[in-house]
């Protein structure tokens, strides 16, 4: 084992001696040095406006932590309710006015954050 590994070594000894240095073709330094060229050239990208941004985020955050208040005893009291009811079939029958309430609540939080990003976000 000992041997083989010795002539194993041998072998790439001799062929990392005898190899030619490696050199480049004709044109591969004027190709890389242009793409570096264009590279550079390029405008640099456009920074997020965070002054815009994050008052939006936070009011976005506060607009779905008020809805969830508000929804979740409704939601929460309607499962309890059909839960506790005596047949089976009736706890899967949920209060239809409850549920339109929370998706119509959904509907006016999705569409107020969208028409305040538009607002914030410049037209080209």
């Given amino acids: 084992m000992n ?57 976005l955050a506060g607009a779905c932590g008020w809805g ?3 929804i979740a005893p409704m939601i929460l009291t309607e499962v309890h309710e059909s839960l506790q009811s005596s047949t089976p079939a009736a706890a899967y029958n949920l209060d239809l006015h409850n549920s339109n309430v929370a998706v119509a609540l959904a509907v006016i939080v999705l569409l107020g954050a969208w028409s305040l990003t538009q607002r914030l976000v410049p037209r080209a």
């Fill in 68 to 70: 969830t208040w508000k």
């Fill in 3 to 59: 041997q083989k590994h010795e002539r194993k070594e041998e072998g790439i000894d001799r062929i990392l001696t005898s190899e030619s240095e490696i050199v480049p073709s004709s044109g591969f330094l004027d190709a890389v040095m242009d793409r570096v060229r264009e590279k550079a050239a390029e405008p640099a990208p456009i920074p997020l406006p965070w002054k815009r941004v994050l008052p939006a985020a936070i009011a």
